[in-house]
């Protein structure tokens, strides 16, 4: 944990968004609020047919992230101090879950109803963020990555081949792919359960399911 003294309005903005899980506390003259990444917590399915889960998932990741403020206002001298967990975990910067502000959604709209094309939009959010368009574009590559490997039934491996290697360099010289076993154990996994709760949230909203099986035999001589 690291200490940071000042004026609240001028922290260090990031990607990141925290939410307050809990009211004000007060002790003597010291102000206490806890928040808390928004992305830590469980996935809560609400309503007579639970909640319809938006198409990119839920924010929430079903666990923890440690990623956490403390804020400790003087009452008297309006000094804060923050004390702060900067490291995040059980998630990534997902391109779909990056919090965004008020006024900012509204000037999206203002370009969305001026005709401003959504790529140009997408561009000018991202310049804002750290890293601006490096990470946009790391993310954007990634996930068209794990996805290829998924549609077209390739082995997680194929980010080690000298050919595919070669090919990415040709693409973008300075992009990096993930490694077999960040797509095994992180990526994968995070694209089924993406993918579950889609249609987890499609099945919540059917009143009927049909379910069928295809059975066949084959002929090639296997075990002979």
């Given at each position: 944990?690291?200490?940071?003294?000042?004026?609240?309005?001028?922290?260090?903005?990031?990607?990141?968004?925290?939410?307050?899980?809990?009211?004000?506390?007060?002790?003597?003259?010291?102000?206490?609020?806890?928040?808390?990444?928004?992305?830590?917590?469980?996935?809560?399915?609400?309503?007579?047919?639970?909640?319809?889960?938006?198409?990119?998932?839920?924010s929430k990741i079903d666990a923890p992230c440690i990623a956490n403020m403390k804020v400790m206002t003087d009452t008297?001298?309006?000094?804060?101090?923050?004390?702060?967990?900067?490291?995040?975990?059980?998630?990534?910067?997902?391109?779909?879950?990056?919090?965004?502000?008020?006024?900012?959604?509204?000037?999206?709209?203002?370009?969305?109803?001026?005709?401003?094309?959504?790529?140009?939009?997408?561009?000018?959010?991202?310049?804002?963020?750290?890293?601006?368009?490096?990470?946009?574009?790391?993310?954007?590559?990634?996930?068209?990555?794990?996805?290829?490997?998924?549609?077209?039934?390739?082995?997680?491996?194929?980010?080690?081949?000298?050919?595919?290697?070669?090919?990415?360099?040709?693409?973008?010289?300075?992009?990096?792919?993930?490694?077999?076993?960040?797509?095994?154990?992180?990526?994968?996994?995070?694209?089924?359960?993406?993918?579950?709760?889609?249609?987890?949230?499609?099945?919540?909203?059917?009143?009927?399911?049909?379910?069928?099986?295809?059975?066949?035999?084959?002929?090639?001589?296997?075990?002979?």
């Amino acid at each position: 944990m690291s200490s940071y003294i000042g004026n609240w309005t001028n922290k260090k903005k990031t990607s990141s968004s925290y939410v307050q899980h809990s009211s004000n506390r007060k002790y003597g003259t010291i102000l206490y609020q806890y928040l808390y990444c928004n992305r830590s917590g469980k996935i809560r399915l609400r309503g007579e047919g639970k909640k319809h889960l938006k198409t990119q998932g839920s924010s929430k990741i079903d666990a923890p992230c440690i990623a956490n403020m403390k804020v400790m206002t003087d009452t008297v001298t309006g000094s804060v101090t923050v004390e702060y967990c900067s490291t995040h975990t059980g998630h990534l910067l997902e391109l779909a879950h990056l919090p965004i502000s008020s006024e900012l959604r509204l000037n999206i709209a203002a370009k969305l109803h001026d005709g401003v094309p959504v790529d140009v939009i997408l561009d000018s959010i991202s310049d804002s963020m750290p890293n601006g368009k490096t990470s946009r574009h790391r993310m954007i590559l990634d996930d068209a990555l794990v996805n290829m490997i998924v549609t077209d039934l390739q082995p997680a491996s194929i980010v080690e081949d000298d050919g595919f290697l070669k090919f990415l360099k040709v693409l973008d010289p300075k992009y990096i792919p993930p490694s077999r076993r960040t797509i095994m154990r992180d990526r994968l996994p995070r694209l089924y359960a993406k993918k579950e709760q889609e249609v987890r949230g499609i099945l919540d909203q059917s009143k009927w399911c049909t379910i069928t099986t295809d059975l066949w035999t084959s002929r090639a001589p296997w075990g002979t």
